[in-house]
């Protein structure tokens, strides 16, 4: 089972679910922006709904496994807030340590989502190629998405020829979006990278999860309609951790390109970490400490038949206020 995110209720904190970034690259959404009366709007999602995620396919056989070695970089910010939070010992040994325990943890958790397409008869995996955490960050605070990606983008040019399949920056800095990378673009040492918030959260699991989508050719799914690669995801949406049917034949278009031949070569120095939940998220009380970015934040305590209720049904049932 696969933990959810933080739940924010009473608007107490950001709607840190909220997925928007569109595409930089060879990107064509119709529709996207534009205004449709309602009754439109529910029939093609209903129409999405039944066919993007039927009943799980039973296929013979086993299916090729495509191997995504991923280049993760963490940047200054991000380290920084895991030094703040120790209270002991030392502090920047004990934030690496969280840090990286964490990082293993998100990276198994993003398996656990790809992992939805295997009913349809597709199987990626997410392979950690390097990660670097840097001391320097690559774009000021408040810089626009695009301008962000661009400057990470430019920094992995300099490192010289690239052996990984696709990177992805991890930033605690604001670039005015939770994600946004290049589109198809896998393979390529140019372009094929994306930026996501970190916001220590399982949050991000779910945001580099979409944007490894996007990197992997998947565009947007439909609005409202829940799936990873919706536009928008919220914490009410059920399937939030799953890839849709046509996500998927996004994908298998993409494979049956010659220039995606990296998928199917990898090196032996690379990892797919398969973790438990860490000490720091398994705590509702850091969870919300981390998503509200105060350390008087917590858990709020119910004690009641509905809570409990919320709890078995629930993947994510936390409320949090802040002091």
């Known amino acids: 089972m696969i933990a959810g995110p933080v739940w924010c209720v009473l608007d107490v904190c950001p709607h840190t679910s909220d997925i928007s970034d569109p595409d930089i690259a060879d990107t064509d959404i119709a529709g996207l922006g534009v205004a449709e ?4 709007v529910a029939v093609r999602v209903l129409l999405f709904q039944f066919l993007a995620y039927p009943e799980p396919l039973v296929l013979p056989g086993a299916p090729p496994i495509y191997e995504l070695e991923v280049y993760f970089v963490v940047d200054k910010s991000v380290i920084n807030r895991y030094v703040a939070e120790q209270t002991s010992g030392n502090s920047v040994r004990n934030g690496m340590v969280s840090l990286k325990a964490d990082i293993n943890y998100f990276i198994s958790e993003m398996n656990e989502i790809f992992a939805s397409l295997r009913p349809m008869g597709l199987h990626i995996v997410i392979l950690k190629r390097k990660l670097s955490v840097l001391d320097v960050n690559l774009f000021l605070d408040n810089v626009p998405a695009m301008l962000a990606l661009k400057a990470f983008n430019h920094w992995l040019q300099k490192q010289g020829p690239a052996e990984y399949d696709a990177a992805i920056l991890w930033t605690g800095l604001n670039f005015q979006e939770l994600g946004r990378a290049y589109l198809g673009k896998v393979c390529k040492s140019s372009f094929a990278s994306g930026i996501v918030f970190y916001d220590m959260t399982y949050q991000v699991s779910i945001v580099t999860a979409h944007e490894l989508g996007h990197i992997l050719g998947a565009h947007h799914d439909p609005a409202l309609t829940g799936f990873l690669m919706a536009p928008h995801i919220g914490t009410l949406d059920t399937k939030r951790w799953q890839f849709s049917l046509p996500s998927k034949n996004y ?23 398969s973790t438990g939940v860490t000490v720091a998220l398994a705590n509702p009380d850091t969870i919300c400490r981390r998503a509200k970015r105060n350390k008087g934040s917590y858990m709020c305590k119910v004690n009641t038949d509905d809570f409990m209720k919320m709890l078995i049904e629930r993947k994510d049932p936390f409320f949090f206020y802040s002091d």
């Open 251 to 273: 994908f298998d278009a993409l494979f049956a390109k010659p220039s995606s031949s990296c998928l199917r070569s990898t090196t032996t120095d690379r990892t797919a970490p």
């Open 37 to 40: 009366p309602f009754a439109v």
